[in-house]
Every structure is written in structure tokens, then in C-alpha cells.
């Protein structure tokens, strides 16, 4: 069973309009949750960490952690062609450990 | 300005050759890791090592070493033993409770 797992799209969403993309965890002890963007050839950059059950909201993204569900997701609101990227979830584990999952393409259609 | 330095960005092994990889960090972070990301993969975890003089092998270690000698420096090595080194390298660090961030990569390829 993998650690992480993400819906791995590609997902397609129109510029302006809202994309979802979700993540489940199977360590119920995992604390810390993570959401990175990568472009094509370059590396993972951070953009949402989540710790809390709930929504945690920054600019045009939101995080939501429900824990009992074990889910993340992350939402892009208003999207831009800017945000046409793989998104990858990551998980701290026990140990100080990352599992990531294989990610999610999403691609922003002007 | 704080972060994580890899090098070289581009490497080019030979049949039969060690490389190593460099990775540097002035983020005083103690957790530093190795990830190997092949097109269209996620991440997987080569070495990762906690403390200085200290390291774990990841799910992938085979054919590659590391040393921790210093706590900013974490240089994988990869050995002629990994027959299928073709892949983008990636360095990151943590500190306590703190998300892990990465480094610009190495793109490793076969002569």
C-alpha cells in the first residue's frame, strides 16, 4: 500500500475557474502535510503546509486537512496559466520521514 | 541569502565511474535527504541522514553512498554499481517541525 496517493489527472481546468486536487495518507500518525509545485524540469517548490484539521487559506490557495479521513486536498481559486505545474502532496511521517506522492498535472487552458 | 546549493546541475557518467553529487545548505538545518525523481515519477528516497555522522538508507540505496561529515554538506555518491543512474537528483533539508525544501537538482545521464 502506498504511503501517499494522489488522483494523477492530468487534470484540466479553464483560466479563472477552480481546481481541486486531493491526496490520501494511510500513517494515522503523520502530523505535518505538505503541497509542493513542481515545473517540468525543475524542482519541488513549496507553496501550502497544513498541520491542523481544517482550512488553511494563503492568497489564491487553500489547504484543507481532515484527519480522521486521513485527506488533503488543495484548491486554486481564480486559476491561472501560471499555475499549469504537477502538484505533489507530502506527508511527514514518524522519524522525520517525507513520503510524497506521484502527483497530479494540472493544466490551466486560457 | 539561505538555501540549498546542488552541483553540478548537469553530470555525465561513464561506464564504470563514481560520481558524487554535491549538496550544501546554510539553512542550519539538521535532516538532510536524497531523493532520485525519474520523468512523469514521484519522489523516491535515496539517503537521508538526521545528524551529522549519521544516515539511513532510504527505499533505493542500492549502488549509492553518502557521507554526513558536516552538517551542512551531504554529497551522494553514485556508484558504478547502479546500473540505471539516468535520473534528476534532489537535494533537501529540514529543521525541526519545519517543511522540507529542495535544492535546484542534478540531471545525472550515461555516456
Known amino acids: 500500500q502506498k504511503e501517499v496517493e494522489q488522483n494523477s489527472g492530468p487534470l484540466s481546468v479553464p483560466e479563472g475557474a477552480i481546481a481541486s486536487l486531493n491526496c490520501t495518507y494511510s500513517?494515522?500518525?503523520?502530523?505535518?502535510f505538505f503541497w509542493y509545485r513542481q515545473y517540468s524540469g525543475k524542482s519541488p517548490e513549496l507553496i501550502m503546509f497544513i498541520y491542523s484539521n481544517g482550512d488553511k487559506e494563503d492568497g489564491r490557495f487553500t489547504a484543507q486537512l481532515n484527519k480522521a479521513s486521513q485527506y488533503v486536498s488543495l484548491l486554486i481559486r481564480d486559476s491561472q496559466p501560471s499555475d499549469s505545474a504537477t502538484y505533489l502532496c507530502a506527508v511527514r511521517a514518524t522519524g522525520n520521514q517525507f513520503y510524497f506522492g506521484t502527483g497530479t498535472s494540472l493544466t490551466v487552458i486560457p | 541569502d539561505g538555501g540549498i546549493t546542488q552541483s553540478p546541475k548537469y553530470l555525465f557518467r561513464k561506464e564504470g565511474q563514481n560520481v558524487t553529487l554535491s549538496c550544501e545548505q546554510n539553512l542550519n538545518h539538521d535532516a538532510m535527504y536524497w531523493y532520485r525523481q525519474d520523468p512523469g515519477q514521484g519522489l523516491r528516497l535515496i539517503y537521508y541522514s538526521q545528524i551529522v555522522n549519521d544516515f539511513q538508507k532510504g527505499d533505493i540505496a542500492e549502488g549509492y553512498s553518502v557521507s554526513r561529515e558536516k552538517k551542512e554538506s551531504f554529497p551522494l555518491t553514485v556508484t558504478s554499481a547502479q546500473k540505471n543512474p539516468t535520473a534528476f537528483y534532489l537535494c533537501a533539508s529540514t529543521g525541526w517541525n519545519q517543511p522540507q525544501h529542495f535544492g535546484d537538482g542534478t540531471r545525472l545521464s550515461i555516456l
Open positions: 500513517d494515522r500518525g503523520s502530523q505535518s
